[in-house]
């Protein structure tokens, strides 16, 4: 089955920013800023009507009806060097129509309130599940072949190129099912879980709040709870808790039904709890987890307790609301950054770091490979989608001009760069586990924002981009955690019948309040807000990877700074791995474990270093 297209949807694809969504920064209504580029989609199709699309996709119909003759019931007594020439033809196949599911998320992406989008979309959606049925028999055979069998294949020289692809494939050796259910199964996603998302994605675009007297985008009300006046703050916040909770019942139905879906299909496949899925597709134990799930919680008093008590104090109120947690610690408008100079300080940061990684980076700008400003029916966020390696990534971003938009161009870019240099390992192992993928990200950000640190001379301002960068971190590591929390709470509960809306809420009041801790004051109205997070509906459990890939560049980045030698060549080497390496591999030139139970207190500790010296300043 193909990896690329619809199972990781446009606002929960891996590179979708944490720091974007968490602040609510929206499409549409932003001051017009000049230069913000739109991506160009004909590397992929021209437009939904091209020729060559339907062409693409009658050949791949064709040639995985071809395959499944050849191959079905055979893969067991062929040769290594067979079955590799097997797994070069699936490849080839499954990128033609990994390219087709990329142009129709991509373009939905830059349309999302575009009716003739959608159902294109939806379109290409059913008709590549229908192609890709054809092809499920071919992982689900490997998996049949006893390990002897399958040794024996590996013998052969053609066959161990495939060794990783192999590898991470038996992983979910234990948890499949016979032939009939798994193509059962993957037919009916697309009036099933893929539906459900949809209703989700639709529903949310059509939300409108009213601020100010105006009617607006739920993702513009959240991004007005930034403003410097507490009073809008205030107001936004009670109004989007007013819409989210007019729509909380379908919110809920919806989740209750994906949570219950899930269970089913765990039962099924005998997963022994709801994250274990999760955590074979991100190839780490249940352990690692279970070990920075543990670290973060029990370092929230050191962290998130501890910045927000100096925030409320700093703000000169005794107790924050939760729509103060985004408010700027200045009441002077942020000057804005046009996007030249963005595209400067990003590039000189990775340039800086090494010419190699910057020319990369340079494509990106060279090309129409972003899409950039905040237009009216565009997805929310920022995200990186890697397309296929045939073609090449795509970035979209929602920029504003402020500092903080360019720390996510920063991160967009890394997971682009990231893209590019894994492409080379083909389109079957090009992809990193989602506790690998943000590292690239994570690390191009850290190295802007040390550039810029770097630079800044005045005290205040250098000051508030330390709280920033702080804020940012708690958002990445301390809440993408508190929401794994959340889900794990709400799918554990699930499992013993439906949850009503209230109950949903009071979880999510329980696991922010212990994240964010004793500065804020939760009232009712916010039991609401984890509606329109669109993780919990689209990727269970996909959160944590962002604490996972924060920590783990810390220590990274710790590693860098120290002058280890031959960091950048080490660097560049991990990321061009792409999913052939396990994160033990990856790590060990660099001296790091993740197994390492102090592993986790390196990247913890970076964020408490620079809350030391806000507290100092």
């Known amino acids: 089955m193909s990896k690329a297209y619809f199972s990781a949807p446009v606002s929960g694809a891996p590179g979708l920013s944490p720091l974007l969504e968490e602040s609510g920064q929206p499409s549409g209504g932003a001051p017009a800023l000049s230069g913000p580029p739109r991506w160009d989609l004909s590397d992929l199709y021209a437009n939904p009507q091209d020729p060559q699309l339907t062409t693409d996709l009658d050949q791949a119909d064709e ?18 060097a067979e079955l590799a020439q097997a797994i070069a033809e699936y490849q080839r196949i499954d990128e033609v129509l990994g390219r087709a599911g990329s142009y129709a998320q991509l373009l939905f992406a830059a349309n999302t309130s575009d009716s003739d989008v959608a159902r294109f979309a939806q379109s290409i959606n059913e008709r590549l599940t229908a192609i890709s049925t054809h092809l499920l028999f071919f992982t ?7 390990d002897e069998g399958l040794a024996a294949q590996m013998s052969d020289p053609a066959l161990a190129r495939w060794a990783p692809f192999l590898r991470d494939l038996r992983v979910f050796r234990p948890y499949q099912l ?14 099933g879980s893929a539906a459900w998302n949809r209703l989700f994605d639709e529903t949310m675009a059509g939300l409108r709040v009213r601020v ?4 607006t985008t739920l993702g513009n009300a959240l991004d ?3 403003s410097p006046d507490r009073s809008v703050r205030a107001g936004a916040a009670r109004a989007i808790g007013d819409e989210l909770g007019r729509n909380v019942k379908l919110f809920s139905l919806i989740t209750n039904t994906l949570a219950k879906d899930k269970a089913i299909m765990d039962g099924l496949r005998h997963y022994p ?20 799930v543990q670290a973060v919680t029990e370092a929230y008093p050191r962290l998130s307790h501890r910045y927000y008590a100096l925030k409320a104090k700093w703000l000169g109120l005794e107790k924050l609301e939760y729509w103060d947690r985004n408010a700027p610690l200045t009441t002077q408008d942020e000057p804005l950054i046009p996007w030249a100079d ?3 300080q990003v590039m000189a940061a990775y340039e800086g770091f090494d010419p190699r990684m910057g020319k990369v980076a340079k494509q990106f700008f060279d090309h129409a490979w972003i899409d950039a400003p905040p237009v009216p029916g565009k997805a929310s966020g920022a995200f990186a989608h890697p397309t296929v390696p045939s073609a090449h990534p795509y970035l979209l971003l929602n920029y504003r001009g402020r500092t903080r938009d360019v720390m996510t161009l920063a991160h967009e870019l890394g997971h682009g760069v990231h893209q590019v240099l894994a492409g080379r390992q083909g389109y079957l192992m090009s992809s990193t586990p989602l506790t690998l993928a943000e590292t690239a990200s994570v690390f191009g950000e850290m190295l802007t924002f040390r550039a810029l640190l770097d630079a800044q001379t005045d005290p205040v301002r250098r000051r508030l981009m330390l709280a920033a960068k702080v804020e940012d971190m708690l958002n990445t590591v301390v809440r993408q955690v508190a929401f794994y929390r959340f889900e794990t709470l709400v799918h554990e509960e699930r499992r013993k019948g439906e949850l009503l809306p209230a109950r949903i809420g009071e979880i999510w009041r329980q696991t922010q309040a212990e994240s964010l801790g004793p500065a804020f004051n939760f009232t009712p109205d916010y039991d609401v807000y984890w509606t329109y997070v669109p993780h919990f509906i689209h990727s269970p459990f996909y959160v944590y990877a962002y604490a996972f ?6 220590a990274l980045y710790g590693v860098f700074r120290s002058g280890h030698p031959g960091f950048q060549d080490k660097y560049l080497d991990m990321l061009e791995a792409g999913g052939t390496k396990r994160h033990r591999e990856l790590l060990a030139p660099f001296g790091l474990d993740a197994a390492d139970p102090g592993f986790w207190q390196k990247g913890l500790d970076v964020i408490a270093g620079f809350i030391d010296e806000l507290e100092r300043v």
């Open 549 to 554: 890939g924060d920590c783990l560049v810390n």
């Open 178 to 191: 016979s032939d009939e259910v798994e193509a059962v199964l993957h037919e009916k996603s697309v009036t």
């Open 140 to 146: 689900l055979e490997i998996n049949r072949i006893p």
């Open 63 to 80: 040639d995985s009806q071809a395959f499944a003759r050849v191959w079905q019931g055979r893969l067991a007594g062929v040769s290594g």
């Open 273 to 292: 709890r709801p994250t274990s899925a999760r955590n074979c597709a991100n190839m780490v134990e249940d352990e690692v987890v279970d070990a920075l």
């Open 212 to 215: 100010g007297g105006e009617s």
């Open 342 to 344: 963005a595209t400067r």
């Open 224 to 226: 007005t709870m930034s």
